[in-house]
């Protein structure tokens, strides 16, 4: 069975700085991509981060290029994103999700989700 | 506001036949399947339909969803109090380069 285990979350002060992580089980983790997906509190999905497979390749929301960085260790099966200059507009429960494919194409989609973890961006 | 163009409720008594549509443009919907999400209540989203009307296994086929120009919808026949749920529909965008989501659909049964 796929799982996906998010941790990292927290308060944090706008400005700084966390790093979520994402430990997968039940699948070959270099052979799919993965993303990051939130959800502010009461609001919609937002797809944020996706990284491919061999973690060559990296793709970002316009809403946080720029501050967010997504790496993989495929030794560790871990996923992680490091978000930087973090503004309010930030607080959401972050998921990560299984893609279907090595890469992170049109035709692929988010499958599983973790259960997701809390950021709060507030003084 | 988001890329696709959802009704932010619908309902239903239990079991009716009801549909969720998506809205969206040439550069999303237009090209590109559709996908849709249930998100029950303080869980994380599911996987529901993909490739516009393809259901994973373990979706019961009261669920089935279909696309149309730039619009798509999602049935939900013989509704079911455990059907009670935000449904999300989501696509690539060409124009952005990412996957792209409507703002939900509360469906409430009666």
């Known amino acids: 069975e796929v799982q996906l285990l998010e941790s990292g979350g927290g308060l944090v002060q706008p400005g700084g700085s966390l790093r979520l992580s994402c430990a997968a089980s039940?699948?070959?983790?270099?052979?799919?991509?993965l993303s990051w997906v939130r959800q502010a509190p009461g609001k919609g999905l937002e797809w944020v981060s996706s990284?491919?497979?061999?973690?060559?390749?990296?793709y970002y929301a316009d809403s946080v290029k720029g501050r967010f960085v997504v790496s993989r260790d495929n030794s560790r099966n871990t996923l992680y994103v490091l978000m930087n200059s973090l503004r309010v507009e930030d607080t959401a429960v972050y998921y990560c999700?299984?893609?279907?494919?090595?890469?992170?194409?049109?035709?692929?989609?988010?499958?599983?989700w973790g259960q997701g973890t809390l950021v709060t961006v507030s003084s | 506001q988001s890329v696709l163009t959802q009704p932010p409720s619908a309902s239903g008594t239990p079991g009716q036949r009801v549909t969720i549509s998506c809205s969206g443009s040439?550069?999303?919907?237009?090209?590109?399947?559709v996908y849709w999400y249930q998100q029950l209540p303080g869980t994380a989203p599911k996987l529901l339909i993909y490739?516009?009307?393809q259901r994973p296994s373990g979706v019961p086929d009261r669920f089935s969803g279909s696309k149309s120009g730039t619009s798509a919808s999602l049935a939900i026949s013989g509704l079911r109090s455990e059907d009670e749920a935000d449904y999300y529909c989501?696509?690539?965008?060409?124009?952005?380069?990412?996957?792209?989501f409507g703002g939900g659909t509360k469906v409430t049964v009666l």
């Open positions: 990284i491919s497979g061999g973690g060559g390749a990296t």
């Open positions: 490739k516009n009307n």
């Open positions: 040439d550069s999303n919907i237009g090209y590109n399947y």
């Open positions: 989501a696509t690539w965008d060409d124009s952005l380069s990412g996957r792209v």
């Open positions: 999700a299984k893609d279907p494919l090595y890469d992170f194409w049109a035709s692929g989609w988010f499958d599983p």
């Open positions: 039940g699948f070959t983790f270099s052979s799919f991509a």
